[in-house]
Nanobody
């Protein structure tokens, strides 16, 4: 059974940083793409970032380019989202997702099979 568990969320002031982690079990992150999505209250779930199965390709939403970095550690079977220069509009519940093996990754929510429960990020002005 595949499980994804996020951690690292919290409350920060604008301009601050956070690093989210996604611990995976039942799926090898070295052969599967991983993505981060976020959902603010009353809004749809939006794509944030993705990394392809090989680790060579990364994708970012325009709103986070240059501020967020997605990565993974295959030795820990985990993925990460490093967030810098946080803004109040980054406030949301962040979820990691895993796609099928050997898939390049995408920004499409429907391309991901498994999801974590999410971790809350709150940025105050």
């Amino acid at each position: 059974q595949v499980q994804l568990v996020e951690s690292g969320g919290g409350s920060v002031q604008a301009g601050g940083s956070l690093r989210l982690s996604c611990a995976a079990s039942g799926r090898n992150v070295s052969t599967s793409p991983m993505a981060w999505f976020r959902q603010a209250p009353g809004k749809e779930r939006d794509f944030v970032a993705a990394i392809g199965w090989s680790g060579d390709s990364t994708y970012y939403a325009d709103s986070v380019k240059g501020r967020f970095t997605i990565s993974r550690d295959t030795s820990k079977n985990a993925g990460y989202l490093q967030m810098y220069s946080l803004k109040p509009e980054d406030t949301a519940a962040y979820s990691c997702a895993s796609g099928p093996p050997y898939y390049a990754g995408s920004c499409r929510l429907s391309d991901y099979e498994y999801w974590g429960q999410g971790t809350q990020v709150t940025v105050s002005s």
